[in-house]
């Protein structure tokens, strides 16, 4: 069973301040790496994944950097908005096209 | 377009009891799954589905059954509901194959047992 480790558990950034949470996992995963965010009361929701043929993506204020042989993948928010608290989950593909998930990242950006 | 939805949204049972979680998709996606989630613990997988009548356990089956006759329904039966079984329980779709492996929650079923 693959692990995936998340961190930090929570995490308060003033507005405009950069959000940085990290992931790191043991086995060989598959060619996908999603990150997930999940508002109070609602689903997880897409938003942003990698596969590992790059090292970074950046779509709007979100940057997935990806560290193949350290087996660590971050996500970096600029300019973090108070829109942006949330829980953010970290995750894998594993064999047989299974999701692993991280513990989850509570952010909190503060206005 | 409704696409995932689940019902009951909340529901208070007692231990011991059967409960049935409902999971219902619009657009034909074959892989279908259940997710628990607890505090500390993320989303862990319960079971999956790849087609209809095709399902697998997932990281934490135990206690749970599941049926899919067919390709927009995915039910959760809990046979014999424990206090442990606290929990919000979502549902998840995407489609096979293609370039992504994109999963589309549902909205969530809080789940208490007393």
């Known amino acids: 069973q693959q692990q995936v480790k998340q961190s930090p558990q929570s995490l308060i950034v003033q507005k405009g301040g950069i959000s940085i949470i990290n992931c790191a996992y043991e086995?060989?995963?598959?060619?996908?790496f999603p990150w997930y965010q999940q508002f109070p009361g609602k689903g997880p929701a897409l938003l942003i994944a990698?596969?590992?043929?790059?090292s970074e993506k950046k779509e709007g204020r979100f940057t997935i950097s990806f560290n193949k042989s350290a087996k660590q993948f971050s996500l970096h928010i600029m300019d973090s908005q108070p829109g942006d608290s949330a829980t953010y989950f970290c995750?894998?593909?594993?064999?047989?096209?299974?999701?692993?998930f991280g513990a989850g990242t509570i952010l909190r950006v503060k206005s | 377009d409704a696409g995932i939805t689940q019902s009951p949204r909340y529901k208070i049972t007692e231990t011991g009891r059967q409960v049935t979680l409902m999971c219902h998709q619009t657009w034909s996606h074959s892989y279908m799954f259940w997710y628990r989630q607890d505090l500390g613990h993320g989303l862990r997988l319960i079971y999956y589905?790849?087609?209809?009548?095709?399902?697998d356990k997932g990281e934490v089956p135990d206690g749970y059954v599941v049926s899919r006759s067919k390709t927009e329904n995915f039910p959760l039966t809990l046979e014999s509901a424990t206090r442990s079984q606290t929990s919000v329980y979502f549902c998840?779709?995407?489609?096979?194959?293609?370039?992504?492996?994109?999963?589309?929650f549902g909205p969530g079923t809080r789940l208490t047992v007393t």
């Open positions: 995750a894998v593909m594993e064999y047989g096209n299974k999701l692993v």
């Open positions: 990698i596969r590992p043929d790059v």
């Open positions: 589905s790849a087609a209809a009548d095709i399902t």
């Open positions: 086995n060989t995963a598959f060619d996908y």
């Open positions: 998840a779709s995407r489609v096979a194959g293609g370039l992504s492996y994109e999963q589309y």
